[in-house]
Nanobody
Framework: VLLEESGGGLVQAGGSLRLSCSAS????????MGWFRQTPGQEREFVAA????????AYGEPMKERFYISRDTASNTVYLEMTTLKPEDTAVYFC????????????????WGQGTQVTVSS
C-alpha cells in the first residue's frame, strides 16, 4: 500500500488544519490506519488511528478533544482534522497502515507515507 499525505502548512496558534492521506489501494478490512508525528531528535509519536472496517478510533493523550481522525472508504482516504492547534503541535505528520487491527505502536505499522510538515506559529 502506498500512502501519500497532503494538507500540511503554516497555521497560527488556535487555528485548524486538515490532513489527508490517500492510499493507492483499498486497505484490507482488518487494517488500521494511523497518524504519527515527529520533530527533530524525537521519537515518532502516535497521534491517532482508525480501523478501516468499523471506524473505531484511538488517540494519543495530547490530541484528545482536539484532533479527529476519519476515513472515506469510497476514496481510500484517511483524514486528520486538527483544531485548537498549539506551537507544540509543530511536526512532520506521517500517515501509516497496519495489518494489526488494534495497532497504536510505531512498530505495528507496516506502511508509511513520506510525511507532511505542519508548522504552528505563536
Amino acid at each position: 500500500v502506498l500512502l501519500e499525505e497532503s494538507g500540511g502548512g503554516l497555521v497560527q496558534a488556535g487555528g485548524s488544519l486538515r490532513l489527508s492521506c490517500s492510499a493507492s489501494e483499498r486497505p484490507s478490512t482488518n487494517y488500521r490506519m494511523g497518524w504519527f508525528r515527529q520533530t527533530p531528535g524525537q521519537e515518532r509519536e502516535f497521534v491517532a488511528a482508525i480501523t478501516w472496517l468499523g471506524g473505531s478510533t484511538a488517540y494519543g493523550e495530547p490530541m484528545k478533544e482536539r484532533f479527529y481522525i476519519s476515513r472515506d472508504t469510497a476514496s481510500n482516504t484517511v483524514y486528520l482534522e486538527m483544531t485548537t492547534l498549539k506551537p507544540e503541535d509543530t511536526a512532520v505528520y506521517f500517515c501509516a497502515a497496519s495489518s494489526t487491527i488494534s495497532a497504536t505502536e510505531r512498530s505495528e505499522f507496516d506502511y508509511w507515507g513520506q510525511g507532511t510538515q505542519v508548522t504552528v506559529s505563536s
